[in-house]
């Protein structure tokens, strides 16, 4: 999922961090990591603090539900970027707040796209849990919530 996610950060990174003269042209890459793993670190972190409800019903509500999980992956970014980057927090604050909101986005549409085999809900799940739960069903995880 990992991989997947780094794509779409990619495709996204336009503005953000390509274009954005805040962020010199040999840092794209690692900005664009960074912020990958970032979203990835939080989503499992939510998931692994009680928040696989509010994880699974994003996808199943869709864009409309998942504003506070957008934020808290934002907020989270930034010490992540300023850190690995060296650049300024308003920096930092603005590139995870303009490019997050669009990956997150683009990640929740894919995978309610059926015609997107990229993202699958249930794949996605099972990765933020940590992979290898050869017993995990969405199912089981829907008739729980």
Request: glycine letters at 8%; zero cysteines; a negative charge.
């Amino acid at each position: 999922m990992y991989e997947s996610l780094l794509s779409l950060v990619r495709e996204h990174a336009g503005n953000a961090i390509i274009h954005n003269p805040a962020i010199p042209n040999q840092q794209n890459e690692a900005a664009i990591a960074t912020t990958a793993s970032s979203i990835f670190d939080s989503l499992q972190s939510i998931m692994g603090n009680g928040g696989v409800s509010s994880i699974a019903g994003m996808f199943i509500n869709g864009n409309n539900s998942f504003g506070n999980i957008v934020h808290q992956v934002a907020n989270e970014a930034v010490p992540q970027l300023v850190s690995q980057l060296g650049i300024a927090p308003q920096t930092a604050a603005q590139v995870s707040g303009n490019l997050i909101p669009q990956v997150m986005s683009s990640l929740v549409n894919r995978a309610n796209d059926v015609n997107d085999s990229s993202f699958n809900v249930q794949d996605i799940i099972s990765s933020l849990i940590g992979g290898g739960n050869e017993g995990f069903s969405l199912d089981s995880l829907l008739n729980q919530w």
